[in-house]
């Protein structure tokens, strides 16, 4: 028999410790509400965000387009080794945060600081972006447009003219009325607009074309690995994530695998950011810096939004930082982070360990402790290696087949 002692470490800020149980028994049969139906489309729109999203000309360098970064060849994220944003008017600027895939984005919904999850809790999720700052996707568009490490426009004006000197004055003014671009803000406006709807295609952005799709389908079978890696996907008592990376979804609609929430992990530093070289400076989240307008919610600091486990398999880079670039890495993560910390956090000079080094020490308490995070030194890990290893395949079976390798 297996004993283990519930460990004495700080409770997260939101303890939640029976939302797996719920949700198993609401996985087949949930009507969530749908909070975003996609507005109809407008074929004349969405080719004209697909024409500005694949177009370096938008840039201050004049060669970086949204797809540099989220390139479509690794589901609308990073390329190999690009992990971590890279950008500015000579495109040797290394920003902070790893570049998320674009899939799947089309119900995130608005941010709020009080989502009552199917467990009853409370707590932060939605928006877009890590942090949840941008409240729609096509507020989201003005952000790499203008920030300085990205596409380094310094003004609305600097995008309008950009857009004038590549020649989009005929199409916006067809869509969009005379004169759109003669006023940066409503050509930015019009831009983002366009950039949004592009980002709501079906086939491009939600193709729901993986082999679990299919399975989910009744057209293939899942392997016995496959299968055993969904239900210690869902176990509370063994991966329990689908606690966080819902495998909730609504009648006719397969699950994207995140219920959106906000939450802190604990995700060692990434020493590759600049801006880590200072000691002082910390990125967290939902508090700041990038964010500004819940600087004084600390109990929220060090909160990143659930990802979607959709071709999470191929993505150049894992967690907010990009800290983890292998599958395999963020895997063992989770199940010896209290067990073996030694592994994951650097020591200190007197040769201690310093764990959870991405937080300032004070806010420590914000971290999350449900299984499989729930483990005190010493206690037999959540997963073998061989568990680990059919969790893996399980998640290799959501990759979309257009970028399946
Ligand atoms: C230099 C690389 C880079 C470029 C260029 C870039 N992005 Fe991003 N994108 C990122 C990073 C990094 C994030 C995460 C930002 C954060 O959390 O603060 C992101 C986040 C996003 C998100 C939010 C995703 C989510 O999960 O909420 C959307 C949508 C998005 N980008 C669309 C675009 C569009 C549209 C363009 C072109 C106008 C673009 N991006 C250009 C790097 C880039
Ligand atoms: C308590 C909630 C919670 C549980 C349980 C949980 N996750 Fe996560 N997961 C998160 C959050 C929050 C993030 C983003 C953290 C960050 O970037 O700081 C994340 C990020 C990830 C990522 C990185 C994805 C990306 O695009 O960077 C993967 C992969 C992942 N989780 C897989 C799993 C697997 C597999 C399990 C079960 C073994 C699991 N998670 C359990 C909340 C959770």
Redo the contacts with the bound molecule.
């Keep these: 028999m297996l004993s283990i002692t519930v460990p004495t470490l700080p409770r997260a800020a939101r303890p939640r410790p029976v939302r797996a149980l719920v949700l198993l028994c609401l996985v087949a049969t949930a009507a969530a509400a749908d909070p975003r139906p996609a507005p109809a489309a407008d074929p004349a729109l969405q080719t004209l965000g697909r024409q500005l999203f694949f177009d370096g000309r938008l840039s201050a360098s004049g060669r970086q387009s949204c797809a540099t970064c989220h390139d479509p060849r690794y589901a609308y994220g990073p390329r190999p080794g690009e992990g971590l944003a890279k950008g500015g008017p000579h495109l040797d600027r290394l920003g902070s945060r790893?570049v998320?895939s674009l899939r799947y984005l089309q119900a995130v919904p608005d941010f709020t600081l009080t989502h009552r999850f199917t467990d009853g809790d409370i707590g932060p999720a939605g928006g877009y972006t890590?942090d949840g700052r941008a409240r729609s996707i096509g507020e989201q568009a003005r952000l790499p447009l203008l920030d300085p490490d990205e596409m380094a426009n310094r003004s609305a004006a600097e995008v309008a003219r950009r857009l004038n000197a590549a020649g989009y004055r005929t199409s916006f003014e067809a869509i969009f009325g005379p004169g759109v671009l003669g006023n940066p803000d409503r050509a930015l406006a019009a831009a983002t607009e366009a950039l949004a709807a592009f980002q709501r295609t079906p086939a491009e952005f939600y193709p729901y074309s993986s082999r679990y799709d299919a399975f989910l389908r009744g057209e293939l079978e899942l392997t016995d690995a496959e299968a055993h890696g969904v239900e210690l996907?869902k176990d509370p008592k063994k991966?329990?994530?689908a606690?966080?990376?819902a495998v909730l979804t609504r009648a006719g609609v397969p699950p994207v695998f995140t219920d959106y929430d906000l939450?802190n992990?604990g995700?060692p530093r990434n020493p590759r950011i600049p801006a880590n070289a200072d000691p002082a400076h910390f990125d967290l989240g939902l508090c700041g810096p990038k964010r500004t307008d819940l600087a004084a919610e600390r109990r929220y600091c060090g909160f990143?939004r659930?990802?979607s486990?959709r071709n999470?398999a191929i993505?150049a880079a894992?967690?907010?930082n990009g800290v983890y670039t292998t599958?395999d890495e963020?895997?063992h993560f989770?199940v010896e982070r209290d067990l073996y910390p030694e592994k994951y956090y650097p020591r200190a000079a007197d040769g201690t360990v310093r764990k959870f080094d991405d937080l300032p020490p004070e806010l420590v308490a914000n971290i999350?402790h449900?299984a499989?995070m729930d483990r005190p030194p010493g206690a037999e890990p959540a997963l073998s290696d061989a568990e680990i290893a059919d969790?893996m395949a399980f998640?290799k079976t959501l990759t979309d087949a257009d970028v399946a390798r």
Excluded: E, K, Q
Aim: glycine share 4%; proline share 10%; hydrophobic share 50%.
């Design positions: 790893a998320p890590w996907f991966g329990n994530c606690s966080c990376h939450l992990i995700v990143f659930a990802p486990m999470t993505r894992y967690f907010h599958l963020v895997m989770y999350d449900d499989p969790l998640l």
